[in-house]
């Protein structure tokens, strides 16, 4: 019998997803050609800026963990920023138009010493190094003049706007709050002054309960939300709240680590190393209706076409529940 199709709105946001129930996808269609080729792999490119040895060709270091000679981390200022800190923000408004410099601060970090490695095959350790760092740059960023939101995102592949193949990810900050977010901290404010109850631990504790459940450790759960906006989507939700990375105690970023490890390392074996991004959605304040939590997407064959062009209405081709099957294998 035919399954019917579904709309499907996001837990908070006014966004229309429809889930596809009749494509009969095999997992196999999903499987990407590995990115890297096995035997290709090298683990230091002459050519590579962020390679052992090549330290000189970033600019000036900001962090790194691990020895001198060979590091873990390192961190520093992306040579091609988006934003500058330059001029004070100030917007104009003329008629229909407002504008205004793109000030802000925009850091690199180099996840791993070895050109190849992938963050699925860092340890659990590795990656709570990884997200103990990220935690000490944004304390760091807020902290400065003119910065209202500590923007922390990972580009994989090139599908995925990674231009270097060498892992990082990036911490941009901004002197407003940007606008998914601040639109997610207004449903779950609402939500909370109707219901008493926080949004993001909802959607943790009920969803991991359904078939949309992945998986969770002591501090966190990782899920396919109900009305994704790319097939594959994983989120992490902590058990409590949370408002940001700088309010983590290392237990806890142990445990992120830990969850963000295995989440990966699903996403890598199960769909062939795809492309993606991730990001966290975070509050920089002390915000107790509003909780951090990552959103991981993999590229998985998805373009977008018309109509998500047109009306940001998203066609999933795999069901959350059938993702979230085949993330467990
Ligand atoms: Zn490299
Ligand atoms: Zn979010």
Redesign the pocket.
Known sequence: MEEVNEFRKDYLLDEWTIISKNRSVRPFDHKKEETTKKENKIS??PD?????G?EKQTPPEIFRTGSKIKWNLRGFNNKFSAVQTKKEFKTKKENILEYGNAFGLHEVI?ETN???KVLAELTKEEMTELFTAYKERENALKKKQGVKHVLIIKNFGKECGAS???NHSQLITFPFTPSKIEREMIKAKEFFEKTGKNAFLEIGEKESKTKRGLFENKSFYAITPFAPKWTFEVWIIPKKQYSNLGEMEAETLRDLGEIMQKALKKIHDNLGNPPYNYYLHESMEKNKSYCFHVEIQPNVKKIYGGIEKAADIILIEVAPEQAAGELKK
């Open positions: 230091v490119d590579c800026p962020f390679c052992l090549n180099v070895n050109h190849s270097l193949n060498h």
